[in-house]
Nanobody, 124 residues
Framework: VQLQASGGGLVQPGDSLTLSCAASGRSFSNNVMGWFRQAPGKEREFVAAISRSSTTVYADSLKGRYTISRDNAKNTMYLQMDSLKPEDSGVYYC???????????????????WGQGTQVTVSS
């Protein structure tokens, strides 16, 4: 699976932004998918994940503001981010677990495939 994240940019606090992750390969519908983010000088952190059947899991601090979804027909995953805050800034990565694995996991080391990342900057 090859992943390409897009949709990042510079927005103001309170704005919304939607990230996309386009996947190539035939196994997308079999992959557990996730979003992670990394701010400068900080560890990569879990944002959200979605199972094959679209069950979703979120970082506790992001529940209610972020929405993860997938469109298997388009081989694309999305992250809708609302009410953005400056602390949401960072590089956002999309990732996929091995298609043989069906369990959602919050640890970035559990994901085998990674996109290149897209920068999100929230600033006034």
């Amino acid at each position: 699976v090859q992943l390409q994240a897009s949709g990042g940019g510079l927005v103001q606090p309170g704005d919304s932004l939607t990230l996309s992750c386009a996947a190539s390969g035939r196994s997308f519908s079999n992959n557990v998918m996730g979003w992670f983010r990394q701010a400068p000088g900080k560890e990569r952190e879990f944002v959200a994940a979605i199972s094959r059947s679209s069950t979703t899991v979120y970082a506790d601090s992001l529940k209610g503001r972020y929405t993860i979804s997938r469109d298997n027909a388009k081989n694309t995953m999305y992250l809708q981010m609302d009410s953005l805050k400056p602390e949401d800034s960072g590089v956002y990565y999309c990732a996929a677990r091995d298609p043989a694995v069906s369990v959602i996991h919050r640890t970035w080391r559990s994901y085998a495939y990674w996109g290149q990342g897209t920068q999100v900057t929230v600033s006034s």
